[in-house]
């Protein structure tokens, strides 16, 4: 029976596998060599059989090209498609992006996995939903946060604010290898990203900045599952360098909005196109960036996509201000606890993006 290594890699999707792969494959224990590197992706994503499967094709696609690049490291990697299959006290190293969410946990506890590896998703740790805020207090005092009968080792880049950070020693992330994951990825998409690119170029003037949008998933908390036109006016409005005369807007649709569109199916006063795409938003700024060197490009946003655009591209990001949301949906005045979560996350992001020194 081998002694090398067994690692089963929980992730949210592609993204998050960039920077949890290149973790795993650099980890001192694992340099040996690991017996198997195996891939299970869990959330939200996994609800949907359609998006799932698309995923998983996008999984297999990026794993032969990395394959074909370095045959020898991507031997032991695997996809898990069906995680019923998988065998209780197998596994040696769980590496979860998510230390929080309950469909990561439960795995790993019913697998007995004794060592956990968390590199959350490039940004840090997540703290998305109420059980998560115990956290915040042993942060703040820079206490650890119990995990009997396991070993937790954290992985992160950057420094973490005060009130958001785990205890104990971090390791880095090893951005080099990050980025040629990355590259990869973008090289395995290929011609998925042309139908975007082409729409960009075709609608902006070629002497003039690329200006895109990533928009947030909130239609659903307003009325009519439609964001207002008045919304989109006031973020315009904080574009800097933005010239409504000249340059023109391109909206990135997020995967779960409204077929219909976020603003309906008209593309509001001011944009140029509203584009939707189910590659991720870091590997279409990087394709664009690739087609057009030189090129002033600025995303901007409320999403963690922006994090791994900087991050990954190096491209310019701008961080929406969240005023006009509280402003324009009335949800938020009953729920203002809901409008403080995002409020508290959307600038933990922002500030964390502010802080990369060398984006790769």
């Known amino acids: 029976m081998s002694t090398a290594p067994r690692v089963l890699v929980l992730s949210g999707g592609l993204i998050h596998l960039v920077n949890q792969l290149a973790v795993v ?50 031997a032991p990697v695997h996809l898990v498609r069906e995680p019923e299959t998988l065998e209780p006290d197998t596994y040696d190293l769980a590496c979860l992006n998510n230390q929080w969410q309950q469909v990561q946990r439960d795995p790993c506890e019913q697998l007995g996995i ?3 590896l968390i590199c959350g998703d ?38 973490q604010p005060h009130w958001h950070r785990p205890h104990g020693p971090v390791d880095p992330v090893p951005l080099g290898t990050r980025a040629r994951l990355f ?18 170029l075709a609608a902006t003037q070629p002497e003039r900045a690329l200006w895109l949008c990533s928009l947030p998933n909130l239609a659903h908390q307003f009325p009519g599952e439609r964001l207002p036109p ?13 010239d409504p005369s000249l340059d023109r807007l391109l909206l990135l649709e997020h995967p779960k909005a409204p ?17 939707r795409s189910a590659v991720p938003v870091e590997v279409l700024v990087r394709t664009l960036q690739q087609a057009a060197p030189g090129r002033r490009l600025v995303v901007a946003g409320l999403t963690s996509a922006l994090y791994g655009v900087r991050s990954l591209s190096g491209a310019e990001v701008v961080w929406l201000g969240l005023r006009p949301l509280w402003t324009h949906n009335p949800r938020y005045r009953h729920h203002p606890l809901e409008f403080l979560h995002r409020l508290v996350r959307v600038r933990r992001m922002a500030w964390l993006t502010q802080r990369l020194v060398t984006p790769c």
């Open 25 to 74: 494959l650099e980890r001192p224990e694992l340099r040996g060599g690991a017996a198997e590197i195996a891939l299970l992706l869990t959330g939200a994503i996994t609800w949907d059989p359609l998006r799932l499967a698309e995923q998983h094709r996008a999984i297999e696609r990026w794993l032969e090209q990395l394959r074909q690049l370095d045959p020898e490291a991507m």
């Open 114 to 116: 004794p060592t956990w």
């Open 122 to 159: 490039g940004l840090g740790i997540y703290y998305r939903c109420a059980r998560e805020l115990k956290a915040i207090l042993p942060s703040l005092l820079n206490r650890p946060i119990p995990e009997p009968g396991r070993r937790v080792h954290t992985v992160l880049e950057g420094a």
């Open 183 to 200: 590259e990869a990825l973008v090289a395995s998409f290929g011609a998925a990203c042309q139908p975007f690119v082409e729409a960009c």
């Open 230 to 242: 008045e919304l989109l006016e006031a973020w315009i409005a904080q574009l800097s360098g933005f």
């Open 259 to 275: 077929a219909s569109g976020s603003f309906g199916p008209e593309p509001p006063a001011g944009v140029a196109a509203v584009l």
